[in-house]
T-cell receptor, first 111, second 114 residues
Framework: RKEVEQDPGPFNVPEGATVAFNCTYS??????FFWYRQDCRKEPKLLMS???SGNEDGRFTAQLNRASQYISLLIRDSKLSDSATYLCVLYGSSNTGKLIFGQGTTLQVKP | GAGVSQSPSNKVTEKGKDVELRCDPISGHTALYWYRQSLGQGLEFLIYFQGNSAPDKSGLPSDRFSAERTGGSVSTLTIQRTQQEDSAVYLC????????????FGPGTRLTVT
């Protein structure tokens, strides 16, 4: 079983839609979680960290459910510029910062 | 300031040849990571350097892969006797220190082994 699993999509949504992605992880000892964004043929960039209490950054909301070992990302009022691959990421080792990546979920926002 | 830079941006090589990929981290960042992204696969960790500590090589897929970091700055990833399955994008990242600091990724080197 992969350490981090995501539905690869693609998710095709119209502008203005609300879309949610989930990600599950296998290691219950994992402590730190993130969402990264990767545009086509570009490097990944940190979108937001995921906190136990949930956190929001503008149109983006991240949630963590430790009991069920899943993380979610909600995007409200989707923009064309949100089209990208969203990577669910956690620390493989909090001491080193080694990151474990999911395969990513592709979002395509259509006009 | 300048971000993480990598060279070359693209490399095409013949099977069996050796290749060297270079990474220049952000100035002052003591932690440096190499990852690999194969087509249709997620990023996978290869190796981690932190200051003068022994590197964490636990992600290197075979002994054909090696990396060094000279002077605590520039890093070189070497792949000997390349195979077609080595074709991937090799990404370097750096952070202020190991642990929970944000990692900044370079643009990657796209390696194609023919």
């Amino acid at each position: 079983r992969k350490e981090v699993e995501q539905d690869p999509g693609p998710f095709n949504v119209p502008e203005g839609a609300t879309v949610a992605f989930n990600c599950t992880y296998s290691n219950s000892a994992s402590q730190s979680f993130f969402w990264y964004r990767q545009d086509c043929r570009k490097e990944p960039k940190l979108l937001m960290s995921v906190y136990s209490s949930g956190n929001e950054d503008g149109r983006f909301t991240a949630q963590l459910n430790r009991a069920s070992q899943y993380i979610s990302l909600l995007i409200r009022d989707s923009k064309l510029s949100d089209s990208a691959t969203y990577l669910c990421v956690l620390y493989g080792s909090s001491n080193t910062g080694k990151l474990i990546f999911g395969q990513g979920t592709t979002l395509q926002v259509k006009p | 300031g300048a971000g993480v830079s990598q060279s070359p941006s693209n490399k095409v090589t013949e099977k069996g040849k050796d290749v060297e990929l270079r990474c220049d981290p952000i100035s002052g960042h003591t932690a440096l990571y190499w990852y690999r992204q194969s087509l249709g696969q997620g990023l996978e960790f290869l190796i981690y350097f932190q200051g003068n500590s022994a590197p964490d090589k636990s992600g290197l897929p075979s002994d054909r892969f090696s990396a060094e970091r000279t002077g605590g700055s520039v890093s070189t990833l070497t792949i000997q006797r390349t195979q077609q399955e080595d074709s991937a994008v090799y990404l370097c990242a750096s952070s202020q220190s190991g642990g929970s600091y944000e990692q900044y990724f370079g643009p990657g080197t796209r390696l194609t082994v023919t």
